[in-house]
């Protein structure tokens, strides 16, 4: 891991551990996933948020306002909204990847989930989804999650990682 990665993935998991010891204390870990789920399809879907949370051209007073909007408008807990305020107020926002990452890893552990980061030749079937959740279950011990992706460069099969452990 590059330094500068290393750092923000500190700062992230800073963070992360206090959002979620908020979040688990308040009895809030249900709503923390469902804002979790919403702002990472939010950072996937809009070019906009991105540009916002990475670019330096805007100030903390212009970074604050949009995250406050951005939090009342899809509806965040107060433990996330205040944390999207905190993180733009001391211009920590580029970490908010990292951050949702980590949030999920907790959530899941907590959950005793695992996630598979899996990639498909093709589309899975939700039939083939499942069963191949089954067999990881069986394999780890623990619910999986799958993350699935596809490469149309592969010429068939799946390639699945499960923590460090990859299978081809």
């Known amino acids: 891991m590059s330094e500068p990665a290393s750092i923000s993935a500190g700062i992230a998991g800073r963070y992360a551990t206090a959002v979620f010891e908020l979040a688990k204390e308040a009895g809030g870990l249900a709503a923390l996933e469902a804002d979790v789920a919403s702002l990472g399809q939010a950072l996937k879907d809009s070019a906009d948020l991105r540009g916002l949370i990475a670019s330096p051209v805007f100030s903390r007073d212009e970074q604050g ?88 460069s592969l010429i068939g099969g799946l390639i699945v990682k499960v923590g460090s452990k990859m299978i081809d």
């Open 65 to 152: 306002r949009a995250v406050t909007a951005l939090a009342a408008r899809m509806g965040l807990s107060p433990t996330v909204a205040n944390t999207l305020s905190l993180m733009a107020g001391n211009r920590r926002l580029f970490v908010l990847p990292q951050l949702l990452s980590a949030l999920d890893d907790m959530i899941a552990e907590e959950k005793g989930e695992v996630t598979a980061e899996v990639t498909a030749a093709a589309e899975l079937t939700r039939t083939q989804a499942e069963k191949l959740a089954a067999s990881l279950k069986k394999s780890v011990g623990k619910t999986v999650k799958l993350n699935t992706t596809v490469d149309e």
